[in-house]
Each structure stands twice: as C-alpha cells, then as structure tokens.
C-alpha cells in the first residue's frame, strides 16, 4: 500500500517536506536515472533508496518500475510501455555502438570506480565503422548526438589535456546496462518506421555475434 508523501514526512522526522517527495518522484520520472556519485543527484538519490518500495508504488500506476544497482549506488526508472520517445537511426547506432563498448570492457575489467567506462574517439570511430559499415559521424554533429545520449543518462563527454589530439573522450555510464536493453532496442525499431513501413535502423553486423548483443 502506498504511503503518502506527508506521511513519509511525519516518519522522517521532519528531515523531509511532501515537496522533496514530490520532487524526486518527478526527477526519475524527467531524468531516469538518479546517480549517488553525481552531486547534483545525490541527496535525491538517498531519498529514492531510503524509500524506495514508496517510490516503486507510487511510479507503478504510470507504468514505470524501479531497478536499484546497489553496487554503483544508481536507481533507474523504467518504462514499462515502449511508446512516445522517438529516436533517430544516428541516436541508435550510437547507442549500440557504446553499448557494445561498455560490455567490452566490463568483460576485460576496464572499469572506472562508479561502473563507468571511458571510450577513446578513435576506439570509438573503429567500433562504429566495424558495427555499422558506415562512416562515424563528424566532430560537431557527434557532440549533437552526446548532448542527447547525456539527456538519457547514458554517458557524457570528458574533456582532454590541451595537447591530446582528441578533443574529448567518452565516459559511458552504468545505467546503459538497464537502458539499452533488448526491450529499448524492440522500441527503437517501431520508433523508426518510414513512411513505407519499413525500419529506419537495421542491426549493425557485430551485433550479430553472440558475444555482443546487449544483455
């Protein structure tokens, strides 16, 4: 049974008001995911673990559920229905481009101290030419599709030192795992029917072998 949000107060001992309830709720609903390691999500964060059954019942009615990684310290919010988010072919490719990337370096144990990966632009542009079998997209119009990808909480750009030849690296984030799933990837293909009703997207070639399609 859900509790109220001035009940969850009372309970808090006035730590809480109803509203940082209100709040959160609508955070992980607008952003997905809440990251303890992020400064700017932290305390909603340890409100939604702290509470966490009462965010679960109270986002189950919008048909969204919760998955907690208690060991990266992230809470994900999950769509249950695969309608309203269009995605364009480039937004998937990439997607799947740094899905397979992560995968790979959680296999060879190339992970940061939050679960994050960092992806090199030239690792970047070999995975997407292998994968796709077309040219990666150019410096401007990837920042473009990154800027989208952050919205997501998929990842985000890392500058680099003034002498390193790439303008930025790629830290992808854990909750790709949840994200870019099978059930995400079945949504992308009805979000991206043309006209003719055909898909848009096509699967890239190496995620036909075993060892890289998305968990």
Known sequence: MKRSWATLSQLSGGMYVPQDFERTAYR??????????DRRSRNAYHLVE?????????LEPLGIRLERN?????????P?????????????LLVLVLRQRYDHAMREGQVE???????ELPELQEAWQHMTGRPMPDTGSLRT?????????????????????????????PAIVEIAGPQWLQRLDQHNMDED???ETSTPRAIEDEDDVPA
């Open 28 to 37: 992980l609903v607008t952003e997905q995911v809440l990251y303890a390691a």
């Open 50 to 58: 702290t509470y966490l059954a009462d965010f679960t019942a109270a």
């Open 70 to 78: 208690a060991h990266y310290r992230y809470v994900v919010a999950l």
């Open 80 to 92: 249950s229905h695969g309608e309203g988010l269009p995605v364009t072919l480039e937004e998937t």
């Open 113 to 119: 101290e939050h679960g994050e990966v960092l992806v």
């Open 145 to 173: 599709l990154l800027r989208t990808l952050r919205r997501w909480s998929l990842c985000r750009e890392v500058d680099s030192e003034p002498d390193d030849p790439q303008p930025f690296r790629i830290l992808v984030r």
């Open 197 to 199: 009703g055909e898909a």
